[in-house]
């Protein structure tokens, strides 16, 4: 005979070949909600207190003994086709369970998550280099219990609630809103796909700087990169920009290189939108050099630090960079003549 196993997590899914099979004799576990059976107009159902052979099984539950048996003596079982995602909706149901009944689980929050979200990130990126999949998988699995651990905890908010499926639908909807021309078979070039991404982009974000959005808790030299590639892209005079900006000096034992490449960093960025400020208050928005310009000039190239003082010992160097010896040390007229005819 015939087992209908239902999809636990799509319970009123009913797939195709089984549906002839349920105007015959049908027995049904307990798994089985009433409201399932009331919907497909199964009155004549019988519930399995004693499996009966020669009728049809419908059960939820694959670990049910009657549905065993019947697997076990070779029984046809037909099931729903998988579809893409199923495990995620146990992943989601399971984060529901930690959420309100785990003593750890339910006290926790976004703040307090922040460290596992990072150290996840760089262990995914740490399995990527190392090229080992089974690692990969369950990193994956790792990062993605933070999306569901704070899609969970943002359920909770009495104020501005969100869950998961909002989530998703975020996602969604930013990536066919971005999409169009590929989702729709319009096109299929790289560059234009680019192109329209950047531009709906631009259209929804309505930005006010060209910063906005950048994060500035990202790592310093990811911080740089980002800060440097928006401003390239927006047209804005690199040469302007100190160089002390796009190189990094180790000194042992001196300040942390994350923290003073962090600071030159924000510096700009505050400078940037200092000039898009007085932009702004002459009725202009700067998105070519020419603009760009125009505002600078008056404001000044950005030198570094606001307050960063410029070193007087260096400006009583000779022009062409040579060292002239330690400050207060009288220079040997010898040598200074010997040198010139050793050149």
Known sequence: MTVILLDPLRPDTIPAR???LLNGPLVVTEDVHPSTL???????????EHDDSDATLLTGDRRHPFTRARIDRGDDVITARPVAGDALLEAVALMDTLRRRGPWESTQTHPSLRRYLLEECYELLDAIDDGDRELLREELGDLL????????IAADDPDRPFDIDDVARSFTEKVRGRTPGVLSGAHADLQTQINEWEERKAAEKARGSVLDGVATTAPALALTQKVLERLEAAGYPMERIDPAITSVTVQVGGDSVEEVTRQR??????HVREVESRARAEGA??????DWLAILDPVGE???????????????????GEDLGTVGEELDPVGVESDAADE
């Open 38 to 48: 009331w919907d497909l107009g199964l009155t004549g159902a019988t519930w399995a």
């Open 145 to 152: 219990l933070q999306v569901l651990f704070h899609a969970r």
């Open 265 to 270: 960093v924000r510096d700009l960025m505050d």
């Open 302 to 320: 950005f030198q570094g630090p606001v307050g960063e003082e410029p070193d007087p010992i260096g400006e009583e160097l000779d022009p062409i």
């Open 285 to 290: 928005t700067p998105r070519v050099r020419e």
């Open 18 to 20: 089984a549906l002839p």
